[in-house]
């Protein structure tokens, strides 16, 4: 089978697997069942023995034990109260900004984005503490779901970065310098989806509502006194991590630590919170940690296949312009997109595209921000976009309603992609300085 | 036409995978392009380097490198090539491997898979942010350690070994959590740590050694032709990457001095006999785990007048 | 009959809320786990040294000890596009068809992985690390996890089919 078909089939599958209403990590490993049994004809006992280590792989994870913490860590400060203040000692200070608090959700999400190298987590935290507040304000629904999806994915782009970090031992390219170059295309990536709210806010006041007609500076100075809470966690966690004493992924913990402490001075938090939040965190990471074993197995089917392969020697032989080139990668990329998680995406397609893309004169730090890129498109396009999943997870909003709202900020990625073509010093500069 | 599909949890320009690159072009010049081998670098089929064992028992893959660092869990034999201080050159590797494949072959087959061919790391040394140039050097450097070996040596001589994951190591350096690793001068130069760490100490710790295996029934299937050919596309690709150590060692290092890596290749003597003296119990408690099967260890130790 | 169903629902619902409750202390130990290790690399020059080990295997525990209780209290996502067209009746027939899917891809992976386990402890296989973990305790903690969702679809599926009402899935924030 040629690889497009090969593709289309595998979407077509998980499409109505999870179409049908199966729950998303029964239908990706149905997917990946079909794949090792119809597709490549393996016999049984071998796709038992292939299924287990990589589902115990995926679950015994490291790095992963960040997402149910920093989820904790939401909880805590959503079911405390401390989120309404933080949202309140905004508000005065944005009431004449089209798209109000709204920018609070990529603002967040930017500076949650210099403490955890992972988009679930950040998605989820940012998701978890300014959904119900702004939805709550009568903002509008699409516009908060859709910019707190994309937002979490700067997660990834801005260091520290898994992504990153997996693609520079991959090409073997400088892990700082790439640290280096996410910083501002993540920057970029906020100011276009602040810009579109911006923008869209203005034409239609109606999507972000004035909350209050005037604040007296007293009332400004005492919603400012509110976020101090919340303020001293984040300078709490900044300091745990730049300060040397933790890793990015301990600094959940640190973060769990300091809301409960703060939650304690701030109105007080009981053994049964505690209960309560923690167990909200375990049900969203049994969703999680489950999608992603099996979306890891369906990644080793997809290895199997040998389609990241067949797909890259069929590019070879067109003998593309550079530009005609990233612009077929960046369809095959949104493409893979929809059926491999982003992890599964770099290390199965870097080998073969990096030296494509050399070739063709790019540099590889460039190319490592542009996959890291693909991967956060990957993150919110259906049916396999993990931010949708934890989206849906934490504020129970079907699945389609989030993707349609997600929808405009998809067009503002690829925009991204196309301002880093054409000014690929968005990525460069900084690296070079170093 | 065979296709095998074969995993190695490294890069394909690490050791191993050029290695790996080596016996599929043998392979398939050798069989005339009956078997053509497709290879999974990085892990990306899935597998962790500790699965490939079972992964090649089991038949999930018909072949696999095996990194036998990993397989300590499943039998300290495993382990002997990754106890500190044994090799010192090519020729010992060499002889090591020679006194080991035997036995070796025999474990591997209690694992239903054939061994074809050898191959090897780099030796690891100190990568650190202030230079590693003797024994007082290390005391009290927080440095990330690579296996149980490593942790327990360093401990010992003073150090503040750290288990890290290797996703942090690069956050943990440019915060300053960490001030040195203990990597191989490749694995460090390719992934950009002599950004944070400008200083590589060579201590000649091991040259761990790898393996390629094959499934004992996909073996049995394939024709003696194709038998005949395997293994010898196997002892080539062994020759040349032994042959290949030397080289790869000064290639390394003068990639490491082009990017201005501060190369100390002989620290005062106190910081290696003493790395020495705190790894001799190991090699001792290696050696009464694994009973019996140590005199292979005695073999290549008199073979190499040590 | 239906009172016999009814309490051996009971009991599995209550199975996967303990399982689901373990996972929570699971959740505050890894909490206390990397706290003590930043601590100890920071102030005191040392490592716990299972840090790295112990929180890998906390969060397996955490996903899979979690996922029966989960699925009883409509935590684990699905797309509902056409689930949520279906009037009641033909609802009913999707849903037994989604749990028996579930049921025979769970039960094959169970199968598989409790062949894994029983192969961990004969041969006494442990992790290589200073902890020497017996491989098997985890890899059994993985499988008693997927076990207790079997359960849970079991009961659900037998319940839809003798008309016992539908999981609400988790509801919208207002
Ligand atoms: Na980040
Ligand atoms: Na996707």
């Given at each position: 089978m040629d690889p497009v078909t090969l593709s289309l089939v595998l979407l077509a599958v998980v499409i109505c697997s999870l179409g049908a209403g199966l729950w998303i990590f029964v239908g990706l490993l149905l997917t990946a069942l079909f794949a090792f049994l119809v597709l490549l004809g393996f016999p049984v006992p071998r796709i038992g023995s292939i299924l287990t280590p990589v589902i115990l792989k995926s679950v015994f994870s490291f790095e992963l034990a960040a997402v149910p913490l920093f989820i904790w860590m939401g909880e805590i400060i959503s079911g405390t109260n401390l989120a309404a203040k933080l949202f309140s000692g905004l508000a005065p200070w944005v009431?004449?900004?089209?798209g109000g608090l709204l920018h609070a959700n990529v603002g967040g999400a930017v500076i949650f984005s210099g403490m955890s190298g992972s988009s679930v987590a950040a998605t989820a935290t940012i998701g978890r503490v300014a959904t119900s507040e702004l939805i709550g304000r009568r903002y509008d629904p699409s516009l908060v779901y859709g910019s707190i999806t994309v937002a979490g994915t700067i997660g990834i782009m801005i260091p520290p970065s898994i992504t990153l970090i997996i693609y520079g031992i991959v090409a073997e390219v400088s892990v700082a310098k790439l640290f280096a170059a996410g910083i501002f295309p993540g920057l970029m990536l906020g100011l276009l989806y602040s810009g579109y709210i911006f923008v869209r806010s203005l034409i239609n006041p109606a999507l972000a509502p004035?909350?209050?007609?005037a604040y007296s500076w007293r009332q400004r100075f005492a919603g400012l006194l509110g976020m101090a809470p919340v303020l001293l966690l984040i300078a709490f966690l900044m300091g745990s991590i730049y300060g040397g004493f933790a890793t990015p992924s301990e600094s959940a913990a640190v973060g769990v630590f300091g809301a409960i402490v703060i939650a304690r001075f701030s109105g007080g938090i009981t053994l049964a919170d505690l209960y309560r939040t923690g167990m909200n965190a375990v049900l969203t990471t049994a969703m999680i940690g489950s999608a992603l074993a099996a979306a890891a197995v369906l990644a080793t089917a997809i290895g199997f296949l040998h389609l990241p392969q067949m797909l890259s020697e069929a590019i070879v032989a067109l003998n593309l312009s550079p530009m005609m080139l990233l612009l077929l990668l960046t369809l095959i990329y949104v493409m893979l997109g929809t059926v491999l998680d982003g992890i599964s995406m770099v290390l199965m397609t870097v080998p073969i595209v990096l030296p494509l893309l050399t070739t063709a004169g790019f540099d590889p730090i460039w190319i490592g921000v542009y996959l890291v890129l693909m991967v956060e498109i990957g993150l919110v396009t259906p049916p396999i976009g993990f931010n949708l999943f934890v989206l849906r997870s934490i504020t129970g909003v079907p699945i389609g309603q989030i993707a349609l709202a997600t929808l405009p900020f998809f067009a503002l990625m690829l925009l991204g992609g196309l301002l880093l073509s054409i000014f690929p010093q968005i990525a460069l500069w900084l690296p070079a300085q170093i | 036409e065979i296709v095998w599909d074969m995993p190695n949890?490294?890069?394909?320009?690490s050791s191993d995978g050029v290695a790996d690159v080596v016996f599929a072009e043998l392979v398939a010049e050798k069989t005339n392009g009956e078997i053509r081998i497709v290879h999974h670098f990085d892990g990306s089929l899935g597998y962790k380097g500790v699965d490939h064992l079972e992964a090649v028992q089991d038949g999930g893959v018909p072949l696999a490198r095996h990194a036998?660092?990993?397989y300590g869990g499943y039998d300290p034999y495993f382990l002997l090539s990754s106890q500190p201080f044994l090799v010192e050159n090519v020729d010992d590797v060499r002889a090591l491997y020679d006194a080991y494949k035997d036995e070796l072959g025999k474990t591997m087959e209690g694992y239903n898979q054939v061994l074809v061919s050898a191959g090897l790391f780099p030796p690891s040394g100190i990568w650190s942010r202030e230079p590693v140039e003797s024994l007082a050097d290390l005391q009290g450097l927080k440095i990330r350690a690579f296996d149980l070996n490593s942790l327990n040596t360093f401990t010992g001589a003073g150090a503040a070994a750290v288990n890290m994951n290797w996703g942090d190591v690069m956050p943990a350096l440019s915060t300053g959590a960490i001030d040195a690793v203990v990597t191989s001068a490749d694995l460090g130069i390719n992934s950009g740590i002599n950004d944070y760490l400008p200083n590589f100490t060579e201590i000649n710790w091991a040259v761990p050694i790898s393996v390629i295996a094959i499934n004992k029934d996909v073996w049995d299937a394939l024709p003696e032709n194709l038998q005949k050919a395997v293994l010898e596309a196997g002892a080539e690709t062994t020759d040349r990457t032994f042959a290949r150590l030397a080289t790869q060692v000064e290639g390394n290092y003068e990639a490491m001095k082009a990017k201005k890596v501060n190369v100390i290749t002989s620290p005062n003597p106190d910081l290696r006999s003493k790395l020495v003296e705190v790894a001799a119990p190991l090699i001792e408690d290696w050696r009464s785990k694994v009973g019996d099967k140590a005199a292979v260890l005695d073999a290549y130790l008199a073979a190499r007048g040590k | 009959m239906h009172t016999l169903y009814d309490r051996l629902d009971r009991i599995s619902a209550w199975v996967a809320r303990v399982a689901a409750q373990f996972a929570v202390v699971v959740l505050a130990c890894t909490t206390l786990l990397i706290l003590t290790e930043i601590v100890l690399r920071s102030f005191f020059a040392t490592s716990t040294n299972i840090t790295e080990e112990y929180v890998g295997y906390g969060l397996g525990t955490m996903v899979f000890l979690g996922l029966g209780h989960a699925v009883r209290t409509g935590s684990l996502v699905r797309v509902d596009i056409v689930l949520g067209r279906l009037g009641p009746g033909p609802r009913r027939v999707m849903e037994v068809l989604t749990c028996l899917v579930a049921f025979v891809v769970m039960a094959f992976v169970v199968y598989y992985m409790s062949i894994r386990v029983g192969r961990d402890f004969s041969r006494g296989t442990i992790s290589?690390?200073?902890?020497?973990?017996?491989?098997?305790i985890p890899n059994a903690v993985v499988l008693t996890g997927m076990l207790v969702f079997l359960l849970q679809v079991f009961f659900y599926s037998l319940g839809l089919l003798i008309g016992r009402p539908l999981i609400k899935e988790a509801e919208s924030i207002e």
């Amino acid at each position: 089978m040629d690889p497009v078909t090969l593709s289309l089939v595998l979407l077509a599958v998980v499409i109505c697997s999870l179409g049908a209403g199966l729950w998303i990590f029964v239908g990706l490993l149905l997917t990946a069942l079909f794949a090792f049994l119809v597709l490549l004809g393996f016999p049984v006992p071998r796709i038992g023995s292939i299924l287990t280590p990589v589902i115990l792989k995926s679950v015994f994870s490291f790095e992963l034990a960040a997402v149910p913490l920093f989820i904790w860590m939401g909880e805590i400060i959503s079911g405390t109260n401390l989120a309404a203040k933080l949202f309140s000692g905004l508000a005065p200070w944005v009431r004449r900004l089209p798209g109000g608090l709204l920018h609070a959700n990529v603002g967040g999400a930017v500076i949650f984005s210099g403490m955890s190298g992972s988009s679930v987590a950040a998605t989820a935290t940012i998701g978890r503490v300014a959904t119900s507040e702004l939805i709550g304000r009568r903002y509008d629904p699409s516009l908060v779901y859709g910019s707190i999806t994309v937002a979490g994915t700067i997660g990834i782009m801005i260091p520290p970065s898994i992504t990153l970090i997996i693609y520079g031992i991959v090409a073997e390219v400088s892990v700082a310098k790439l640290f280096a170059a996410g910083i501002f295309p993540g920057l970029m990536l906020g100011l276009l989806y602040s810009g579109y709210i911006f923008v869209r806010s203005l034409i239609n006041p109606a999507l972000a509502p004035a909350q209050q007609d005037a604040y007296s500076w007293r009332q400004r100075f005492a919603g400012l006194l509110g976020m101090a809470p919340v303020l001293l966690l984040i300078a709490f966690l900044m300091g745990s991590i730049y300060g040397g004493f933790a890793t990015p992924s301990e600094s959940a913990a640190v973060g769990v630590f300091g809301a409960i402490v703060i939650a304690r001075f701030s109105g007080g938090i009981t053994l049964a919170d505690l209960y309560r939040t923690g167990m909200n965190a375990v049900l969203t990471t049994a969703m999680i940690g489950s999608a992603l074993a099996a979306a890891a197995v369906l990644a080793t089917a997809i290895g199997f296949l040998h389609l990241p392969q067949m797909l890259s020697e069929a590019i070879v032989a067109l003998n593309l312009s550079p530009m005609m080139l990233l612009l077929l990668l960046t369809l095959i990329y949104v493409m893979l997109g929809t059926v491999l998680d982003g992890i599964s995406m770099v290390l199965m397609t870097v080998p073969i595209v990096l030296p494509l893309l050399t070739t063709a004169g790019f540099d590889p730090i460039w190319i490592g921000v542009y996959l890291v890129l693909m991967v956060e498109i990957g993150l919110v396009t259906p049916p396999i976009g993990f931010n949708l999943f934890v989206l849906r997870s934490i504020t129970g909003v079907p699945i389609g309603q989030i993707a349609l709202a997600t929808l405009p900020f998809f067009a503002l990625m690829l925009l991204g992609g196309l301002l880093l073509s054409i000014f690929p010093q968005i990525a460069l500069w900084l690296p070079a300085q170093i | 036409e065979i296709v095998w599909d074969m995993p190695n949890a490294f890069g394909r320009n690490s050791s191993d995978g050029v290695a790996d690159v080596v016996f599929a072009e043998l392979v398939a010049e050798k069989t005339n392009g009956e078997i053509r081998i497709v290879h999974h670098f990085d892990g990306s089929l899935g597998y962790k380097g500790v699965d490939h064992l079972e992964a090649v028992q089991d038949g999930g893959v018909p072949l696999a490198r095996h990194a036998l660092s990993y397989y300590g869990g499943y039998d300290p034999y495993f382990l002997l090539s990754s106890q500190p201080f044994l090799v010192e050159n090519v020729d010992d590797v060499r002889a090591l491997y020679d006194a080991y494949k035997d036995e070796l072959g025999k474990t591997m087959e209690g694992y239903n898979q054939v061994l074809v061919s050898a191959g090897l790391f780099p030796p690891s040394g100190i990568w650190s942010r202030e230079p590693v140039e003797s024994l007082a050097d290390l005391q009290g450097l927080k440095i990330r350690a690579f296996d149980l070996n490593s942790l327990n040596t360093f401990t010992g001589a003073g150090a503040a070994a750290v288990n890290m994951n290797w996703g942090d190591v690069m956050p943990a350096l440019s915060t300053g959590a960490i001030d040195a690793v203990v990597t191989s001068a490749d694995l460090g130069i390719n992934s950009g740590i002599n950004d944070y760490l400008p200083n590589f100490t060579e201590i000649n710790w091991a040259v761990p050694i790898s393996v390629i295996a094959i499934n004992k029934d996909v073996w049995d299937a394939l024709p003696e032709n194709l038998q005949k050919a395997v293994l010898e596309a196997g002892a080539e690709t062994t020759d040349r990457t032994f042959a290949r150590l030397a080289t790869q060692v000064e290639g390394n290092y003068e990639a490491m001095k082009a990017k201005k890596v501060n190369v100390i290749t002989s620290p005062n003597p106190d910081l290696r006999s003493k790395l020495v003296e705190v790894a001799a119990p190991l090699i001792e408690d290696w050696r009464s785990k694994v009973g019996d099967k140590a005199a292979v260890l005695d073999a290549y130790l008199a073979a190499r007048g040590k | 009959m239906h009172t016999l169903y009814d309490r051996l629902d009971r009991i599995s619902a209550w199975v996967a809320r303990v399982a689901a409750q373990f996972a929570v202390v699971v959740l505050a130990c890894t909490t206390l786990l990397i706290l003590t290790e930043i601590v100890l690399r920071s102030f005191f020059a040392t490592s716990t040294n299972i840090t790295e080990e112990y929180v890998g295997y906390g969060l397996g525990t955490m996903v899979f000890l979690g996922l029966g209780h989960a699925v009883r209290t409509g935590s684990l996502v699905r797309v509902d596009i056409v689930l949520g067209r279906l009037g009641p009746g033909p609802r009913r027939v999707m849903e037994v068809l989604t749990c028996l899917v579930a049921f025979v891809v769970m039960a094959f992976v169970v199968y598989y992985m409790s062949i894994r386990v029983g192969r961990d402890f004969s041969r006494g296989t442990i992790s290589t690390t200073l902890a020497a973990t017996p491989i098997w305790i985890p890899n059994a903690v993985v499988l008693t996890g997927m076990l207790v969702f079997l359960l849970q679809v079991f009961f659900y599926s037998l319940g839809l089919l003798i008309g016992r009402p539908l999981i609400k899935e988790a509801e919208s924030i207002e």
